[in-house]
């Protein structure tokens, strides 16, 4: 198993996730997509919909239905007591029966089971999901706070937005806020659009990666209980995007089991976390859980890049100037089909020429392509075409090495999915 929290992002877009994308890029209607505007412009427009647009296909839709409906079963302030209506707690059980054995909650079972060496039934993963998500508890003077609130929908503290940790839910909110609501005109005057955009708090590389963002925001908050609304500010907010609740909760999960110990960094398609959590003072319960972006991820040798998302690792061998050969440059994302059309550049930097004869350009699944025929003198370059029987860049970031006829790793780069993003540019390794 690799990055637990790598692992769960990809069963449930696989699932119910759905892709998160620039503004500018085209999304994929079949499986979903939601457009994130990622704002550097240091401007503060209040209008500005840092996500602009969210297609839910029609076969992932019943995940977010049963969690919208969650939405206004909670008091807005932390301090005050909750009730239970019996159509609440029905709801309440039919979001978690529909989700406790979803792909990204079962690739989370697995992980527990295994950091623990137990095996767990299903009634205490459902106890799990329960005491992490949905048991209230009381904290300082608040008596009935739970993580799912907290985290998923948001709450008050005198005027500050406290938790409110979930894409859709803020979706919904900066426009189509009727269907937090259920509908119901229980706040008289309260618009569909309940979110002012303050500004951008993100990290400075943080807008090419459209999986999280980190923003300031004012919430015009309903309260349900009282039939009124209330300004709130929220002063940093950061929230992966994409995701389904299962997801997010799935996360959250792994990250706060006890027996489970997992790490507190994540790194989540080429980017890299620092998983932000806060348990209840009798650490059964989440009260808290979130994303710190942290910089692009370098996914070989575990480090920040600090030279724009490519590392490059050497690997000298003494072949006859083998070691002086590098990749400098790769064609990832052409326009139109791929296979036939990728091409990684190589150079030979050393004084002497360099036999490429059964040479091979590997990715990152291990798959080649030979290199056949081609000395390459000092100071030239050859430009290898993939065939796309073999080797393969793939468009969500990966590795690219050079291996000489024995079998001898000369050289590695790797590359980020946000360095691919855009079609028809060539990749430049430092």
């Not at 909670?74 to 039919?94: F, I, N, S, V």
């Not at 950091?115 to 003077?141: A, I, K, P, V, Y």
């Not at 920040?304 to 100037?321: F, I, L, S, Y």
């Not at 699944?365 to 000092?378: K, R």
Request: charged residues 25%.
């Amino acid at each position: 198993m690799g990055d637990i929290y790598q692992d769960i992002w990809s069963a449930d877009q696989a699932e119910n996730g759905i892709e998160p994308i620039l503004a500018s890029e085209e999304g994929n209607k079949e499986t979903g997509y939601v457009k994130v505007d990622a704002d550097d412009s240091g401007n503060a427009d209040p209008d500005l919909r840092i996500l602009p647009m969210a297609v839910i296909p029609p076969h992932k839709e019943r995940s977010y239905e049963l969690c919208r409906r969650l939405f206004n079963n909670y008091a807005l302030p932390e301090a005050a007591r909750e009730t239970d209506t019996p159509q609440e707690r029905a709801e309440r059980h039919e979001f978690v029966e529909a989700i406790v054995a979803s792909a990204p909650m079962k690739v989370a079972r697995e992980y527990v089971e295994l950091r623990t060496s137990t095996t767990m039934s299903d009634e205490r993963w459902h106890n799990t999901l329960m005491d992490h998500w949905f048991r209230r508890f009381e904290q300082s003077s608040d008596p009935h706070l739970s993580g799912f609130e907290h985290v998923v929908v948001g709450e008050q503290e005198g005027s500050k937005v406290q938790g409110y940790h979930f894409w859709y839910k803020y979706y919904l909110d900066d426009g189509f806020a009727s269907q937090v609501d259920d509908g119901l005109s229980v706040v008289p005057g309260l618009s569909d659009d309940r979110i002012v955009y303050v500004g951008s708090k993100a990290h400075p590389k943080q807008p090419a990666f459209p999986e999280s963002v980190t923003i300031q925001f004012r919430w015009n908050a309903p309260d349900y209980d009282a039939g009124e609304s209330r300004p709130l500010h929220k002063k940093i907010g950061g929230f992966f995007v994409g995701c389904s609740v299962e997801g997010l909760m799935a996360l959250g999960t792994v990250r706060a089991h006890l027996g489970a110990n997992a790490p507190k960094t994540a790194v989540i398609e080429g980017a890299r976390y620092q998983m932000k959590l806060f348990r209840s003072a009798n650490n059964m319960h989440i009260r808290t859980f979130y994303p710190v972006f942290q910089g692009p991820a370098d996914p070989v040798g575990g480090g920040e890049d600090v030279t724009g998302g490519t590392t490059v690792t050497t690997r000298p061998v003494d072949n006859g100037g083998a070691g002086d050969v590098r990749i400098v440059a790769a064609f990832a994302n052409p326009q139109g089909h791929d296979p036939g059309r990728e091409m990684v550049t190589i150079i030979n930097t050393g004084p002497v020429p360099v036999d490429l004869g059964d040479w091979r350009v590997i990715d990152k699944n291990g798959n080649f392509d030979a290199i056949e025929g081609i000395s390459l003198a000092p100071g030239h370059t050859h430009m290898a075409v993939l065939s796309g029987r073999g080797a393969q860049l793939s468009n969500k970031g990966g590795t690219i090495a050079l291996a000489s006829g024995d079998g001898t790793a000369v050289h590695q780069v790797s590359y980020t999915k946000a360095q691919v993003r855009a079609q028809n540019r060539t990749l430049i390794f430092g």
